[in-house]
């Protein structure tokens, strides 16, 4: 399967009791293909202008394990290496949440397949 950028994803942990504030674990994939993002387009139409479609192929990221996925994580392209206590700490990136999330695990490419908005 053909790459285009890194990603890095921060799935939801539960909450901590103490803080209450929202527990979040950081996953970094090197090798996916990144597709869509801010801005309207004229053949995406208001609707789905910002959308984004991930594919995170199997066979190039090592561990990688559809559970650490949930609707609703935070999608951020390229390589992060910070750790957050809230989605505010991303304030200087572009973000996007997972609205679905298929297991695309036949076939000759295999991978994990997201949607984002």
């Not at 527990?23 to 208001?46: H, L, P, Q, S």
């Not at 996925?69 to 910070?82: E, H, M, R, S, Y």
């Not at 206590?85 to 000759?108: A, C, K, V």
Request: glycine fraction near 10%; avoid cysteine; proline fraction near 1%.
């Amino acid at each position: 399967m053909i790459t285009n950028s890194s990603l890095t994803i921060y799935h939801r942990d539960g909450l901590d009791v103490a803080t209450h504030l929202e527990k979040w674990i950081r996953y970094n994939y090197e090798n996916v293909w990144f597709f869509g993002g801010k801005g309207a387009g004229t053949n995406k139409g208001y609707d789905n202008a910002n959308d984004v479609q991930v594919r995170i192929p199997y066979d190039q990221n090592d561990d990688l394990n559809i559970n650490d996925f949930a609707i609703g994580d935070i999608l951020v392209q390229g390589t992060l290496d910070i750790d957050i206590e809230t989605q505010d700490d991303l304030s200087n990136y572009e973000i996007y949440n997972i609205t679905s999330i298929n297991n695309n695990n036949f076939g000759n490419n295999q991978h994990i397949h997201l949607g984002g908005k």
